[in-house]
Nanobody, 122 residues
Framework: QVQLVESGGGLVQAGGSLRLSCAAS????????IGWFRQAPGKEREFVAA????????DYADSVKGRFTMSRDNAKNTVYLQMTSLKPEDTAVYYC???????????????WGQGTQVTVSS
Protein backbone atom coordinates (compact mmCIF):
# COMPACT_ATOMS: atom_id res chain seq x y z
CA GLN A 1 0.00 0.00 0.00
CA VAL A 2 1.29 3.46 -0.94
CA GLN A 3 -0.24 6.76 0.15
CA LEU A 4 0.60 9.89 -1.83
CA VAL A 5 0.27 13.46 -0.56
CA GLU A 6 0.83 16.42 -2.88
CA SER A 7 1.88 19.91 -1.85
CA GLY A 8 3.23 23.08 -3.40
CA GLY A 9 0.30 24.20 -5.48
CA GLY A 10 -0.90 27.78 -5.51
CA LEU A 11 -1.48 30.90 -7.54
CA VAL A 12 1.25 32.22 -9.81
CA GLN A 13 1.48 34.69 -12.65
CA ALA A 14 2.15 33.55 -16.19
CA GLY A 15 5.87 33.04 -16.70
CA GLY A 16 6.38 32.13 -13.07
CA SER A 17 7.47 28.91 -11.42
CA LEU A 18 6.19 26.44 -8.86
CA ARG A 19 7.54 23.23 -7.42
CA LEU A 20 5.13 20.47 -6.56
CA SER A 21 6.07 17.74 -4.12
CA CYS A 22 4.60 14.30 -3.72
CA ALA A 23 5.41 12.62 -0.43
CA ALA A 24 4.80 8.91 -0.24
CA SER A 25 4.34 6.57 2.65
CA UNK A 26 4.68 2.83 2.36
CA UNK A 27 7.59 0.50 2.21
CA UNK A 28 7.11 -0.34 -1.47
CA UNK A 29 7.41 3.24 -2.76
CA UNK A 30 10.70 2.64 -4.56
CA UNK A 31 9.32 -0.10 -6.80
CA UNK A 32 6.89 2.26 -8.47
CA UNK A 33 7.20 4.82 -11.18
CA ILE A 34 5.64 8.07 -10.03
CA GLY A 35 3.74 10.34 -12.32
CA TRP A 36 1.86 13.61 -12.40
CA PHE A 37 -1.49 14.05 -14.07
CA ARG A 38 -3.67 17.12 -14.23
CA GLN A 39 -7.31 17.88 -14.72
CA ALA A 40 -8.72 21.25 -15.69
CA PRO A 41 -12.41 22.11 -15.20
CA GLY A 42 -14.55 20.43 -17.81
CA LYS A 43 -11.63 18.45 -19.22
CA GLU A 44 -10.39 14.91 -18.89
CA ARG A 45 -7.47 14.05 -16.68
CA GLU A 46 -4.27 14.04 -18.69
CA PHE A 47 -0.72 12.81 -18.29
CA VAL A 48 1.92 15.44 -17.47
CA ALA A 49 5.14 13.65 -16.54
CA ALA A 50 6.51 10.55 -14.86
CA UNK A 51 9.76 9.18 -13.53
CA UNK A 52 10.82 5.56 -13.20
CA UNK A 53 11.70 3.90 -9.91
CA UNK A 54 15.41 4.73 -10.07
CA UNK A 55 14.99 8.30 -11.27
CA UNK A 56 17.04 7.61 -14.39
CA UNK A 57 14.21 7.86 -16.89
CA UNK A 58 11.51 10.46 -17.29
CA ASP A 59 8.63 10.95 -19.67
CA TYR A 60 6.87 14.23 -20.40
CA ALA A 61 3.80 15.33 -22.25
CA ASP A 62 4.64 17.41 -25.30
CA SER A 63 2.82 20.38 -23.78
CA VAL A 64 5.28 20.60 -20.87
CA LYS A 65 8.57 19.45 -22.40
CA GLY A 66 11.32 21.94 -21.77
CA ARG A 67 9.31 23.67 -19.03
CA PHE A 68 8.67 20.96 -16.41
CA THR A 69 11.25 18.72 -14.76
CA MET A 70 10.67 15.71 -12.55
CA SER A 71 13.05 14.31 -9.96
CA ARG A 72 12.80 11.90 -7.08
CA ASP A 73 14.58 11.36 -3.79
CA ASN A 74 13.95 7.77 -2.72
CA ALA A 75 15.69 8.36 0.60
CA LYS A 76 12.98 10.91 1.39
CA ASN A 77 10.18 9.04 -0.38
CA THR A 78 9.48 12.23 -2.29
CA VAL A 79 9.02 13.16 -5.92
CA TYR A 80 9.20 16.69 -7.28
CA LEU A 81 7.76 18.46 -10.29
CA GLN A 82 9.55 21.72 -11.05
CA MET A 83 7.34 23.84 -13.27
CA THR A 84 8.73 26.90 -15.04
CA SER A 85 7.46 29.31 -17.68
CA LEU A 86 3.95 28.57 -16.51
CA LYS A 87 1.03 29.40 -18.77
CA PRO A 88 -2.65 29.98 -18.00
CA GLU A 89 -3.42 26.70 -19.76
CA ASP A 90 -1.39 24.90 -17.09
CA THR A 91 -4.14 25.74 -14.62
CA ALA A 92 -5.53 22.50 -13.23
CA VAL A 93 -5.64 20.20 -10.25
CA TYR A 94 -2.41 18.23 -10.29
CA TYR A 95 -2.46 14.64 -9.08
CA CYS A 96 0.43 12.44 -8.06
CA UNK A 97 0.17 8.80 -9.13
CA UNK A 98 2.07 5.55 -8.67
CA UNK A 99 2.23 2.96 -11.41
CA UNK A 100 4.39 0.23 -12.93
CA UNK A 101 6.35 2.32 -15.45
CA UNK A 102 7.11 5.88 -16.42
CA UNK A 103 5.19 5.59 -19.68
CA UNK A 104 2.14 5.82 -17.48
CA UNK A 105 -1.45 5.50 -18.59
CA UNK A 106 -4.43 6.24 -16.33
CA UNK A 107 -5.70 2.61 -16.28
CA UNK A 108 -2.25 1.52 -15.07
CA UNK A 109 -2.21 3.81 -12.05
CA UNK A 110 -2.37 1.89 -8.79
CA UNK A 111 -2.44 4.79 -6.32
CA TRP A 112 -3.56 8.40 -6.54
CA GLY A 113 -2.97 11.41 -4.36
CA GLN A 114 -5.74 13.81 -3.45
CA GLY A 115 -4.57 16.58 -5.80
CA THR A 116 -3.24 20.11 -5.44
CA GLN A 117 -4.57 23.17 -7.26
CA VAL A 118 -2.30 25.14 -9.58
CA THR A 119 -3.67 28.40 -10.93
CA VAL A 120 -1.76 30.50 -13.44
CA SER A 121 -3.05 34.01 -13.99
CA SER A 122 -2.51 35.90 -17.23
Amino acid sequence: QVQLVESGGGLVQAGGSLRLSCAASGRTFTVYAIGWFRQAPGKEREFVAAINWSGEHTDYADSVKGRFTMSRDNAKNTVYLQMTSLKPEDTAVYYCAAGPKSDMKIPEVKYWGQGTQVTVSS
